[in-house]
């Protein structure tokens, strides 16, 4: 039984076909530029645009997944709570950003009594317990002092918290460490080096690596332990996980520490990539990992690690093979935009996200 | 089909000695008062279920019956009056106290975790033990009752029949090794059929060393089987007879049980 189609319906059909037939005609203008570098549409509507070379596709590529895998961590972390409380926790980009300033500080003063250097991976691993350390503490005072006390309110209003308590990190931290952006110390020199057969930069194997690592660690803990079955229980239904036995809010406090620890440890990879840190650099790569939440279907963690890839690979990669065959100048500018509209594009076509499952609404009979 | 030989696993239980007296109900409230914010729910509740009993409460639509059951399980707090487990007061204690005092409860509505699978389930109802090879067994015994089950293993909860959801809501209970099972309303929302199944299921529950009380509104089918009934009005227990006298009420045969 079918609703009778509404103007809505015909313009959301309208936009899936534009956002299709745009990418569509993108990539094969993209194709017939790398075969024909000298066609005449390419002529035609960007004269100045390259012709890309795939050790270039390929630079793009693993840079694009590298900043995924970040987005993919910190996804986690608003897919988890979304599951257990039902809400968006805004700040959770900012816990995010506790985890890399904490690290900016530890490194600097490790590099400073020249440890950095001489034991580097040492120095990481320290680096990287203190920023999981912050963030999980900052996660779960966050639960405390803020959430806790609005459980039974509406979802709204926890929303609504969460903007505020974002606001809230990003000026403390702008108050306790000022306004300008601070650095990390550089990288270990043989990371900058390109690896093996695959010739990719180290430090960009070293953040995939970690990220790979933390999420098989997440994957186990919800899949194969008693306190990840918890949290399953709780996330469905909390009043009978409680029947159970389940110590619910014990377990609400371990998902957002999880997430947390998640968001660390993303705090820490971005440091190593980008070296930069302000009280503002939550903000954006928050709302991209809210977005990977979104886009794998929320509540979803395989979900949130794929968005993640996919929003990174699309805003490195999509510029260049979409925009720029049709003639679009400095496009990759726009690679803010191409995230978003990897969003808007899948959510068009499917609702609930990649992963997001929908259970029949009442008990078959 | 249910094998009717399915038994319960041995009960290897020496710290539970049989030192209560017969006196010594398993489960009791005592002049229990519960209220929903202004509402008087539940008004001077006294109720005290023996080991080994088949019991039921019955009563109409919001009567305080499934108050009751949340209260003796601590998922509502009375504001006076006593819930005692073997003579213990357990009135401010939790739910997960009450549980490993070896109460459960098989919930309205069955409840499952819909998302997770039926084996995800059955261990969800053992959450609190860590007796592996014990659990093991009971989860034979669950298979036993319910041979279905052991095919949709795999399976999400939420994409079974009414039928066999509720066949692992049974299971999901059972696996927590109760000495006492709640039942809150087990023929709502199955089939004729369905519902003489699952009273057959009960009395062979029961029939296996577990005590079992259980809310009703199918007065008649509950009476058929239960030993003893409690007949429940706005909130105030207003029959307490063994289940023979109850059938024969002619009052309680007029409200609830469809008799002119």
Redesign the interface.
């Given at each position: 039984m079918r609703t009778p189609r509404t103007g809505v319906d015909w313009f959301l059909t309208f936009l899936r076909l534009l956002l299709l037939g745009a990418a569509t005609l993108g990539v094969l203008l993209f194709i017939v530029q790398q075969v024909y570098p000298d066609n005449l549409i390419t002529r035609w509507v960007n004269p100045v645009s390259a012709n890309l070379t795939a050790s270039q596709f390929k630079g793009l590529l693993v840079s694009g997944l590298t900043q995924g895998a970040m987005y993919g961590l910190i996804a986690l972390g608003y897919s988890m709570v979304y599951g257990v409380l039902g809400f968006i926790n805004f700040a959770h980009g900012e816990v995010f950003m506790a985890g890399a300033m904490t690290g900016m500080i530890a490194s600097n003063k490790l590099d400073d009594a020249g440890i950095w250097e001489s034991n580097f991976l040492g120095s990481l691993a320290f680096v990287l317990a203190v920023a999981v350390a912050t963030s999980t503490l900052a996660a779960i005072a966050m639960e405390k002092v803020a959430y806790r006390p609005l459980r039974n309110s509406p979802r709204l209003v926890l929303l609504i918290t969460s903007v505020g308590m974002s606001f809230f990190i990003q000026n403390a931290s702008l108050v306790l460490l000022g306004a300008k952006s601070k650095s990390y110390p550089r990288a270990a020199e043989w990371l900058n080096g390109n690896v093996g057969v695959i010739d990719v930069r180290g430090s960009r194997l070293l953040v995939i690596a970690v990220a790979g690592l933390s999420a098989v660690a997440l994957w186990w803990l919800v899949e194969r332990t008693k306190t990840g079955m918890a949290m399953r229980a709780v996330a469905e239904d909390a009043e009978i996980a409680a029947l159970m036995g389940i110590k619910v809010n014990r377990t609400i406090v371990t998902v957002f520490a999880v997430g947390g620890a998640m968001a660390g440890v993303a705090g820490i990879l971005w440091g190593l990539m980008f070296r930069s840190v302000t009280h503002s650099t939550g903000f954006l790569p928050g709302i991209k990992a809210f977005s990977a939440a979104v886009l794998g279907g929320i509540g979803h963690l395989g979900g949130a690690m794929t968005g993640g890839l996919i929003i990174g690979a699309a805003e490195s990669v999509g510029p260049i093979v979409f925009f720029e065959p049709l003639g679009v100048q400095g496009a990759t500018q726009l690679k803010d935009a191409v995230a978003f509209l990897v969003l808007v594009g899948v959510l068009l076509i499917r609702p609930s996200g990649l992963f997001g499952e929908r259970l029949p609404a009442e008990d078959r009979v | 089909m249910r094998s009717p030989t399915a038994k319960r696993p041995e009960q290897s239980s020496p710290e539970q000695p049989e030192q209560s007296s017969p006196e010594q109900p398993l489960l009791e409230m005592r002049s229990v008062n519960t209220h929903y914010g202004a509402v008087h729910v539940l008004r001077n509740v006294d109720l005290a279920i023996y080991k080994g009993e088949l019991v039921c409460l019955l009563g109409g639509n919001a009567s305080g019956k499934s108050t009751t059951l949340k209260t003796l399980?601590g998922?509502v707090k009375p504001t006076s009056g006593d819930v005692l487990i073997d003579g213990e007061v357990v009135t401010s204690t939790s739910?997960?106290y009450r549980?490993?005092k070896g109460l459960?409860?098989v919930?309205e509505?069955?409840?499952l975790?819909?998302?997770?699978t039926v084996k995800?389930n059955l261990?969800?109802?053992a959450?609190?033990r860590s007796d592996n090879a014990a659990i093991v067994n009971d989860l034979e015994w669950v298979f036993e009752l319910f041979p279905r089950l052991k095919q949709r293993l795999n399976q999400k909860a939420?994409?079974?029949?009414?039928?066999e959801?509720q066949m692992v809501a049974i299971g999901?209970a059972l696996m927590?090794k109760p000495r006492i099972l709640l039942m809150d309303e087990p023929s709502m929302?199955?089939?004729p059929a369905l519902v003489k199944q699952n009273f057959d299921l009960i009395q062979q529950i029961h029939a296996s060393g577990i005590t079992v009380f259980m809310v009703e509104q199918n007065a008649n089918l509950a009476l058929s089987i239960a030993d003893r009934g409690w007949v429940l009005q706005t909130g105030q227990v207003v029959l307490d007879d063994t289940a023979g006298n109850l059938l024969a009420h002619p009052e309680l045969r007029a409200s609830y049980l469809g008799d002119t």
């Open positions: - | 399980l998922m739910i997960r549980v490993l459960t409860m919930p509505n069955r409840r975790f819909k998302r997770l995800k261990a969800l109802g959450f609190l939420g994409t079974l029949s009414g039928g959801q999901r927590s929302g199955l089939s």
